[in-house]
């Protein structure tokens, strides 16, 4: 998995569209606009996990939409304070944006699939989901 960077612009357009619920269009069992999300001063942004207790689930996940038109999900992967991932949903075969099925996300464009945490499951991607610089606490995600 690579890993990615936020820009502060971009982190600062999340955390409007996510306010605005604009950003996500999704099938029924699909992430949700992520909520409680404050931009730090350096850029990175901040999660409440009281306020989105989808993540309280395996599987569960919350999408935030950043300024170049893409999105990030962060995703429980597994219990415990550290069992998150923060992908990008940009499709590494051709930018197509992925979307969750159950616990996998699926890209609409060819078919690629991916588990939960991003590993490659199916091409024609030939790369996982990259991944965000995520760290966690009993109350908060820091993404960037
Ligand atoms: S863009 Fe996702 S499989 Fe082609």
């Given at each position: 998995?690579?890993?990615?960077?936020?820009?502060?612009?971009?982190?600062?357009?999340?955390?409007?569209?996510?306010?605005?619920?604009?950003?996500?269009?999704?099938?029924?069992?699909?992430?949700?606009?992520?909520?409680?999300?404050?931009?730090?001063?350096?850029?990175?942004?901040?999660?409440?996990?009281?306020?989105?207790?989808?993540?309280?689930?395996?599987?569960?996940?919350?999408?935030?939409?950043?300024?170049?038109?893409?999105?990030?999900?962060?995703?429980?992967?597994?219990?415990?304070?550290?069992?998150?991932?923060?992908?990008?949903?940009?499709?590494?075969?051709?930018?197509?944006?992925?979307?969750?099925?159950?616990?996998?996300?699926?890209?609409?464009?060819?078919?690629?699939?991916?588990t939960?945490?991003?590993k490659?499951?199916?091409?024609?991607?030939?790369?996982?989901?990259?991944?965000?610089?995520?760290?966690?606490?009993?109350?908060?995600?820091?993404?960037?």
């Amino acid at each position: 998995m690579t890993e990615k960077t936020i820009s502060r612009r971009g982190a600062i357009c999340g955390v409007v569209l996510a306010s605005l619920g604009l950003a996500m269009d999704f099938a029924p069992d699909a992430a949700q606009a992520a909520a409680g999300i404050s931009t730090l001063k350096n850029g990175k942004l901040q999660i409440a996990l009281a306020q989105n207790k989808v993540l309280s689930k395996i599987g569960g996940s919350v999408i935030v939409g950043l300024s170049d038109g893409s999105e990030l999900a962060v995703v429980r992967v597994a219990s415990g304070v550290n069992g998150f991932a923060a992908l990008s949903l940009t499709c590494p075969h051709n930018g197509a944006t992925v979307m969750q099925q159950g616990n996998d996300w699926i890209c609409p464009a060819h078919g690629s699939e991916f588990t939960l945490s991003g590993k490659l499951l199916r091409g024609p991607a030939r790369q996982a989901l990259s991944a965000y610089p995520l760290a966690t606490t009993a109350k908060y995600l820091t993404i960037g």
